[in-house]
């Protein structure tokens, strides 16, 4: 560890995840790419924090006339909720994917397919089945909804 850095708590199979004076950073093991370190921060976090996972609107538009740097403050907000979103989405596909025995793609597909027809979002679909995975009243279509099967 080098003067400055900050360990975050919790284990990560491939490295440890800590602050530098430049950003956040997993050391240890193979080298990943920065979209997975920020996927594993924010699961970190998010874990650490002990609060449910927040249903968010999305932030619209910069208003007309904003400064750049308003624009850009609006800009990180958005970005920010799109890797919220897709870190649920991907926690909901490894839930489905153990919970039916099959492939994430698969998986996928079917939570894709069941928030089309409900009119739904995936991301807030896929919310539900996160929760589902440590609350069993929380309702889940049947296409979603299945106990784990035997192992």
């Not at 790419?33 to 968010?56: K, N």
């Not at 750049?68 to 839930?95: C, M, Y």
């Not at 089309?116 to 929380?138: I, Q, Y």
């Not at 279509?141 to 299945?146: G, H, S, T, V």
Request: aromatic share 2%; hydrophobic share 40%; net charge negative.
């Amino acid at each position: 560890m080098r003067p400055h850095d900050t360990v975050v708590t919790g284990t990560v199979d491939f490295g440890v995840v800590r602050r530098t004076p430049t950003g956040w950073r997993v050391d240890g093991g193979e080298e990943v790419p920065d979209l997975v370190s920020a996927m594993v921060l924010a699961d970190l976090l998010s874990r650490e924090s002990g609060a449910r996972l927040p249903r968010a609107q999305a932030p619209g538009r910069a208003p007309e006339g904003a400064s750049e740097v308003e624009r850009l403050r609006h800009t990180i907000a958005q970005l920010e909720h799109a890797l919220h979103s897709r870190v649920v989405v991907e926690q909901a596909i490894g839930v489905l994917a153990e919970r039916h025995t099959m492939e994430p793609r698969e998986a996928f597909e079917r939570l894709r397919s069941s928030a089309r027809s409900r009119g739904r979002k995936v991301a807030d679909l896929a919310l539900d089945v996160v929760e589902s995975s440590t609350s069993p009243l929380t309702a889940l279509p049947d296409e979603l909804d299945a106990s784990p099967g035997p192992r």
